[in-house]
């Protein structure tokens, strides 16, 4: 499977994706908002966008749909219960799903609810797998619940979805954070040597080469899959002075993100 990750350069700091058969050279875009740039690259590579998956409904991630659509014929796919949301849904796609693109990629849906209701990150079948997380999992962030979400949701879809996919995946997301994201972990757990060695790794970066994480790097310096660290637990008493002794991971995840909002 070829990979492009294209850097928007928007205030929202998205990436939109463009995933290929390298045998036929069709072409999957994810969450094409800046139409006129995908296009342009999947000219450039020689490929035939035929299918667009949207991960969720939010405007920056659909933006691009009717240019790419009106240029290529591409069908449109997304969550089986965004079509009121997304205008042309070709496709409803549930947890379990197959995307087939050209003769050699497959990518396996995953029901991501938290973010929104209706979100969908893709796993790919390859020998190194990759996530394609849309606005669930940032690098050493989660997405926020304010367009639409559940906090809760959110946290099941962490713990028992995305936490458990092999130390190996690589991670894409729908925005460039990570900066911001690693300067809350290290609020959150001054301690933390891996958000610390991977500040310094990223600070000052440009997004369009930025470094691709995987769950195990994310295991060790994203807040939000350390639910269990003492000293996270122990700033979180210093905001929450009503936190029990020894909380438990969704209380912990739900305080994480009400601090985050406001960090």
Known sequence: MLVERLWIGNSLRNYNYLLACPQSGEALAIDPLDAERVLALSKARGWQITQILNTHEHHDHIGGNPQVVAATGAKVI??????????????????????????????????????????????????????????????????NVRGGGNVEALYTSFVDQLARLPEHTLVYPGHDYIETNLGFSLDREPDNRA???????????????????????????????????????????????????????MTVFIRLRQLRDRW
């Open 78 to 143: 997304a969550h089986h219960q965004a079509g009121s949301r997304i205008p042309g849904v070709d496709r409803g796609v549930r947890a379990g799903d197959l995307i087939k693109v050209g003769k050699t990629v497959e990518l396996e849906c995953l029901d991501t609810p938290g973010h929104t209701m209706c979100h969908i990150c893709l796993r790919s079948h390859t020998e190194q797998p990759m996530l394609f997380s849309g606005d669930t999992l940032f690098n050493a962030g989660a997405g």
């Open 195 to 249: 958000a610390e060695d991977m500040l310094a790794l990223v600070k000052g970066h440009d997004p369009a080469q930025a470094r691709v994480t995987t769950m195990a790097e994310e295991k060790a310096h994203n807040s939000f899959l350390r639910l269990s660290s003492p000293s996270i637990i122990a700033r979180l008493r210093a905001d929450f002075p009503d936190l029990p002794e020894e909380p438990d991971a």
